[in-house]
Nanobody, 120 residues
Framework: QVQLVESGGGLVQAGGSLRLSCAASGIIFSINDMGWYRQAPGKQREWVAVISGGGSTRYADSVKGRFTISRDNAKNTVYLQMNSLKPEDTAVYYC??????????????WGQGTQVTVSS
């Protein structure tokens, strides 16, 4: 069984910064893509950013230039550095990972979510 545990959420004023972390643990052969999603109250979950196993990154237009995704493969951890935060960034942030759990077996896992609240 694989678990993803997020940390780093909290309350911040507009213009401030937060850094989210998500650590994967369990029986892990390797991890392909790792990403972040968010869900604001009354809205559907939306994709924020993704980083491949090789380090290639992509971002949603709404966060491009403000958020930076990175990973530490040795620690099976993905990070999301969030700068210039806006009230519309308020949401529960979830990490996601495609994990190789067997020789030819891959599974997709989600973290439990961490709340980010940006006050105006």
């Amino acid at each position: 069984q694989v678990q993803l545990v997020e940390s780093g959420g909290g309350l911040v004023q507009a213009g401030g910064s937060l850094r989210l972390s998500c650590a994967a643990s369990g029986i892990i052969f390797s991890i392909n893509d790792m990403g972040w999603y968010r869900q604001a109250p009354g809205k559907q979950r939306e994709w924020v950013a993704v980083i491949s196993g090789g380090g290639s990154t992509r971002y949603a237009d709404s966060v491009k230039g403000r958020f930076t995704i990175s990973r530490d493969n040795a620690k099976n951890t993905v990070y999301l550095q969030m700068n210039s935060l806006k009230p519309e960034d308020t949401a529960v942030y979830y990490c996601n990972a495609e994990v190789q759990v067997g020789v030819v077996s891959y599974k997709n896992y989600w973290g439990q979510g961490t709340q980010v609240t940006v006050s105006s």
